[in-house]
């Protein structure tokens, strides 16, 4: 496999996550608020941010997916992560996911992150079409995805169970052509 693709931003460098990043992903992943989206119970120990480490590590090594770290360019602590899964390469296709520390809320970092990898997903990894499923009571997400480009698709109803319930999610997508201009991305 080839070496991992590290993304630089005018504040941020995307990066590998590696198991010495475990403690930092326990801190923001044991949020309520940083877990109330993401699908799972908040993280309560090391192990649980080891286990998403590996996650990470094991879709990359399938092809079905890479996940970056998020980190300021002066300090090297991840403070939350984006990425792609769910790759469909005969589509051209793969869902989009992110999450940040409370802390970094609010200062355009995930915006920042996120358009860094739809670059990448669109100009090096060949995607025409990107997803965003977001949960409807999820509004700072969906306003994040819309300002990027993102059309609402849809409603999945009840289209993941998580933490003992059905979710029902947005479909959002962003196609290759509609980001051509050189000022978008």
Known sequence: ????????????????????????????LSD????????LEPFT???DALDEIS?????RSKRTGIR???????HDV???????????AQHFRAEIGFELSKEQWGKGIAAEAVEAIIRQGFQQMNFQRIEA???????????????????REG?????????????????????????QAPEQF
């Open 1 to 28: 496999m080839n070496s991992f693709p590290v993304i630089e931003t005018d504040r941020l460098l995307l990066r590998e996550i590696t198991d010495e990043d475990a403690s930092s992903i326990l801190e923001y």
């Open 32 to 39: 309520d608020e940083v877990m109330k989206y993401y699908g």
């Open 45 to 47: 120990s090391i192990n």
């Open 55 to 59: 996650w990470y590590k094991s879709i």
């Open 68 to 74: 970056w770290g998020i980190t300021l360019k002066e």
């Open 78 to 88: 991840v403070i939350g992560s984006c990425g792609f899964h769910n790759i469909v």
């Open 133 to 151: 499923l977001i949960e409807p009571r999820n509004l700072a997400s969906q306003k994040l995805v819309e300002r990027l480009g993102f059309v």
């Open 155 to 179: 409603l999945l109803r009840s289209y993941e169970y998580t933490c003992g319930k059905f979710d029902d999610l947005y479909m959002y997508s962003v196609l290759k052509q509609e980001c």
